[in-house]
């Protein structure tokens, strides 16, 4: 199908590369000959596999899932090149709350409800939503061409990962590892469920410090005085605590204080863990109800605890007369309230009660949803959570294990602190949400009302993988199953075993786990990494992955996080319409330094499409030069060396250092490291420079040596493009057909360039193609600032060190420099006297010089006027480099650009002043 189509359209090289024409016909014929699909049958020892992160089926193709994904893409690419048998596991996500919210959004705009609809129909929905739109997603995973075995595509709610999910809650609730508890966990009123502690973003704001008198039980006229943040809920106060060793206080420890607005009696305790002596008057109220330090303060003085809020985050108007027992004035001002307006309220009866004494500005740290941004509340509700640090069965702990031995590696390493302090002092994991869109969790109930009534322990919940028919207690049928769903991350958790058929001992499992490497971002390190290392170790007994790549994220140009209301985001699908997949690809790749965020600009991505077009062009020349096609030149050996032009021995020498440095750079994730190198040598060595050297020989008259030259040119470029192949898919495989041609393979399954074992590498050589190629940039630099046309044949030459470094020069270069450089005249050596007038630049081969027959005066007018012009600009930019109110009001951008440029002005002002002390040097010594 696709491999003729190149070869027979020639007016294809007329016009510059075209992404459009050929990145969908390729990403086909890859799809069509299932090159992509992992072996299960092979005997092949050598394997690498890894799992996508599996995106949300809310997603649509961000650039931070452009970059995840071409980096896996590059890894897999490479390896598969490698000879290793490869699977990359694609899939996505069900993504609990984010997609039940997106679905609500819609059913509001409907104006109904999932309330309104019940929970079959409502759930009927988002599978009908996800059927619809969940696919996007995947489109846009191919046109960014990735690699993955599509037949494997998994998602976590599928028929397989269901099985996992129940099989997993039923064994660690054997082991005694799942439990069902009351306690404090945090809750989004919004969404109405309870929340995991990473799934709550922490947010510094300028709150209120209120402080509020506390009568004491024995002698009203006497008080303490306590400061709190949540004057709202001292209506659940159940004690007041000070330190046992503050002087103020001690002797009040035992007795007892009236809660205001209540008159409620409570106990004065004296906590040393709770209180901090300097805070506030160094007297605090304890709320077990409403925060997590007081609920452990409360276990430690066998406190009660007061639940005063609603699941919608509304003060409970039965609590607040049966439990708080608050007047009844209060309780009609403020039952139903939401907690802002019940906290306004009591201040304002605390105030006109005499009770409250100040209020100071606060600054303190407020957690919120990380899904709607609402403030979350501490609350208290019945929850199934995950047991993470039972002492004799501990998941936490062989997970620390095997990242301080080495098992996994986290690249790179500084996230290992992260880790560690995070898994030491990691909580039990609160599972279950009260949502719909989810596993619903395998526990069912007994009612018992078929059977009139039943045994006590039939308050025990019924774990089992699937619905039981009857109440192993009492015999009853009458049993509901419990209504909440798993977190989306309990699913994603056992992603590496489950999408491999787990818990059936599949041939995939026995292949391919542990997966080779796990690539992903660091704001997931904890929700997804930290829970799959846990799960995978307790259930597979070995780790999930050897190697986890942690890239950063992708912002604007000028470092800012891109989002839609400051209008910066840079849309994938739009870039890779305009500049080639290709384009993109490489840029990503090239920016992804480890531990730094990328500041991605659409000039970057620009300049490379012109690499694309670099290499486009190459193509064009070599093949213009080879009237019988490149074929024949791929199945010769390469002719010996020593009959090889310096300019083929070089540029095989280079090719050899950059296959051993990019499959190098691969190895230890240095992505940014590999594509600088093929970059560097594929534009500037090979397109600019060795591409020009070879000219003379390809247009000479000696056709045998001309042969000799294009076996070097076509079979270095076959293999730089399988080099650049995992980088650059598209214009690489089109490029590959082409010299290949007629061909029914493919560049995805050619082999990858490793170091050859016949010795290409020449120090010597290379030491001296790099005088040469100095010297001709330093004619042209001169060119370039004086205003010389490329063209006008000079006189010129190096002053060198040595005489035997100037004899290797003319010996090996004089005709390729003069040719260059357009020298009419070159010389070299180590006692030249600088001509007069001569203009010159120090390089590493030497002093360069060029002799020009400029009019010194109209040269030196030139400058002056470029002078004055640039030392106007410099004091502009200076005058506001050194204005305070600028510093202290311009935004960072602004002022890194200010001082980029004052100090790039300041060095053309140097540079120009500079070529002017030439000048009048120059008329000094002709006296003029
Ligand atoms: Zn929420
Ligand atoms: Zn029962």
Wanted: proline share 6%; aromatic share 8%; glycine share 6%.
């Amino acid at each position: 199908m696709a491999e003729n189509t190149n070869q027979s359209d020639p007016t294809r090289f007329d016009k510059p590369y075209n992404p459009r024409e050929v990145e969908d016909r390729w990403y086909r014929y890859w799809i069509d000959r299932g090159y992509f699909a992992a072996d299960e049958n092979s005997t092949n020892p050598r394997r690498f596999s890894i799992v996508i992160p599996p995106p949300n089926i809310t997603g649509s193709l961000h650039l931070g899932h452009a970059l995840n994904n071409t980096l896996q893409d590059i890894l897999v690419r490479w390896q598969r090149m490698l000879g290793l048998n490869t699977l990359w596991l694609p899939g996505t996500d069900h993504a609990g709350i984010a997609t039940q919210n997106v679905v609500e959004r819609q059913l509001m705009a409907e104006g109904t409800s999932r309330e309104k609809l019940g929970r079959a129909e409502f759930i009927r929905r988002v599978w009908q939503w996800r059927e619809q739109s969940g696919r996007t997603i995947i489109a846009q995973l191919k046109r960014l061409g990735a690699s993955c075995d599509w037949k494997r595509e998994r998602f976590t709610l599928d028929e397989g990962l269901s099985a996992a999910v129940r099989d997993v809650f039923v064994r660690l609730h054997q082991e005694g590892l799942i439990y069902r508890g009351e306690r404090l966990i945090n809750w989004c009123p919004r969404c109405g469920t309870a929340l995991s502690d990473v799934e709550v973003e922490h947010e510094e704001i300028m709150g209120k410090l209120y402080y509020i008198k506390y009568p004491l039980a024995d002698d009203p006229e006497a008080f303490l005085t306590v400061a709190t943040t949540r004057p709202e809920t001292m209506l659940g106060d159940t004690a007041v605590a000070v330190h046992p060793d503050d002087p103020r206080y001690s002797r009040l420890i035992g007795k007892a204080v009236l809660l205001p607005l209540t008159s409620r009696r409570i106990p004065i305790v004296g906590d040393p863990i709770l209180v901090d002596r300097e805070f506030g008057t160094g007297a605090v109220k304890i709320t077990p109800g409403h925060d997590f330090n007081d609920e452990k303060a409360g276990q430690r003085h066998n406190l009660p605890w007061i639940s005063l809020l609603t699941g919608r985050g509304e003060m409970n108007p039965v609590v607040l007369e049966e439990e708080a027992k608050a007047d009844k004035d209060l309780v009609h001002e403020i039952a139903g309230a939401k907690v802002p307006i019940a906290r306004d309220r009591v201040v304002s009866r605390l105030g006109a009660g005499g009770s409250l004494i100040k209020v100071e500005d606060h600054r303190h740290a407020i957690g919120k949803c990380y899904r709607c941004k609402t403030v979350i509340e501490p609350f208290l509700s019945p929850q199934w959570f995950v047991k993470v640090n039972d002492p004799l069965n501990s998941l936490a702990a062989p997970a620390i294990e095997a990242v301080r031995n080495g098992r996994i590696r986290l690249n790179p390493e500084s996230w290992m602190n992260n880790y560690f302090g995070w898994m030491e002092n990691i909580q039990d994991w609160c599972i279950s949400r009260q949502i719909w869109w989810g596993h619903q969790i395998p526990a069912w109930y007994c009612r018992g009302t078929d059977i009139g009534q039943c045994r006590p322990e039939c308050k025990t919940p019924i774990v089992a993988a699937t619905a039981p028919e009857r109440c192993p207690h009492c015999g009853s049928a009458d049993l509901v199953q419990d209504p909440d769903v798993l977190d989306t991350w309990f699913s994603s958790a056992l992603w590496p075993f489950s999408t491999l058929g787990w818990p059936q001992k599949t041939k995939a499992l026995e292949l391919f786990y542990p997966t080779s490497a796990l690539v992903t971002s660091f704001d997931i390190l904890f929700f997804w990494v930290a829970r799959m290392i846990m799960m995978g170790l307790h259930f597979m007994k070995d780790v999930p992955f050897q190697d986890v790549y942690i890239h950063a994220l992708v912002r604007d140009a000028e470092g800012q996080k891109m989002s839609k209301s400051k209008g910066n985001v840079i849309d994938p699908l739009e870039i890779m319409e305009k500049y080639g997949t290709d384009a993109l690809r490489f840029t990503l790749a090239s920016m992804a330094s480890p531990g730094r965020d990328i500041k991605l600009s659409e000039e970057r991505i620009e300049g490379n499409r012109n690499f694309a077009n670099k290499i486009w062009n190459a193509a064009r020349f070599l093949l213009m030069n080879c009237p019988n096609g490149a074929k024949a030149y791929l199945k010769t050996p390469l002719p010996d060396p020593a009959t090889l032009l310096l300019a083929d021995r070089w540029i095989l020498s280079r090719l050899q250092k950059v296959v051993v440095s990019v499959n190098r750079q691969l190895e230890v994730y240095r992505f940014d490291e590999a594509s600088r190198e093929l970059y560097q040598f594929l534009w500037h060595e090979f397109c600019d420079w060795y591409l020009e050297l070879i000219k003379p020989t390809l247009y000479g008259a000696e056709a045998a040596a001309a042969e000799r030259t294009r076996t070097v040119a076509i079979r270095v470029f076959e293999t730089v493009l399988r080099l650049l192949h995992p980088f650059m898919p598209f214009i690489t495989e089109d490029l590959w057909q082409i010299l290949h041609s007629p061909t029914d393979k493919s560049i995805v399954v050619a082999p990858y360039p490793i170091p050859s074992s016949r010795s290409l590498e020449d120090e010597a050589l290379e030491g001296m193609m790099n005088d040469i190629i100095s010297i001709a940039t330093a004619v042209r630099t001169i060119r370039n600032e004086h205003n010389i046309p490329p063209s006008q044949q000079l006189k010129g030459g190096v002053i060198t060190l040595k005489e035997e470094n100037a004899k290797t020069i003319l010996r090996n270069g004089e005709a390729d420099i003069r040719r260059l450089a357009k020298l009419s005249e070159f010389t070299a050596g180590p006692s030249i006297a600088m001509p007069s007038g001569a203009l010159e630049i120090s390089t590493s081969a030497g002093k360069v010089f060029i002799i020009v027959d400029v009019d010194p005066f109209k040269e030196k007018a030139r400058l002056e006027k470029r002078l004055a012009a640039k030392k106007a600009e410099f004091e502009r930019e200076d005058k506001k480099w050194r204005d305070p109110e600028f510093q202290k009001n311009a935004p960072e951008e602004v002022k890194s650009k200010n001082d980029l440029r004052r100090n790039e002005l300041s060095q053309e002002v140097f540079m120009i002043s500079e070529q002017l002390r030439k000048i009048a040097d120059l008329l000094k010594d002709r006296n003029l």
